[in-house]
């Protein structure tokens, strides 16, 4: 006898569903480490631009270091939105993870008790068979047979 489970093709989706959240939040997790490399390089662009000494006298130089600055910041808090978008989506696909690796679990554990039960009845008919040989020899051995009965 073959053991199969009724509900393997559903596991099967369910592991599948599982790796690929797997794959989403490597690289989720990816594009969080480049975007605070990012932020962290427009970082540094201000310090050195506020750091370093302005030596220009004219007004359109220092208006251009000013805005170079803005933009600068801007571009830091457009970047810090961005990166609060990707950890919410991280958080999301962890959340479907979690889900998605309890269902996965339920599944193996009603698997493991399908089994459990299967490998039971496997026992059970083979006891019975050793049961009943274990009759017919009884009789055979004390000259006694079914039909006499």
């Known amino acids: 006898m073959n053991y199969k489970f009724r509900l393997e093709k559903l596991l099967d ?21 480049a975007k605070k490399e ?25 208006k251009n270091y000013i805005s170079y600055i803005n933009l600068l910041e801007s571009k830091l808090i457009e970047e810090q939105n961005k990166l609060n978008i990707l ?12 889900n998605a690796t309890k269902e996965r679990k339920v ?3 009603l698997k493991e008790k399908s089994y459990d039960e299967f490998l039971f009845e496997i026992r059970k008919s083979e006891n019975k068979v050793i049961d ?18």
């Not at 592991?15 to 990816?30: F, H, P, R, T, Y």
């Open 107 to 109: 599944l193996e554990n």
């Open 13 to 33: 989706l369910k592991i599948k569903a599982e790796d690929s959240l797997k794959v989403q939040m490597s690289e989720c997790l990816n594009k969080i480490k």
């Open 87 to 98: 950890e919410q989506e991280l958080e999301n696909i962890k959340e479907q993870l979690m």
């Open 132 to 149: 009943e040989m274990a009759i017919i020899n009884y009789f055979k051995k004390n000259g006694e047979l079914y039909e006499d009965r």
């Open 38 to 62: 990012q932020i962290q390089i427009i970082k540094d662009k201000i310090t050195f631009s506020k750091n370093n000494t302005f030596n220009s006298c004219y007004s359109y130089d220092l």
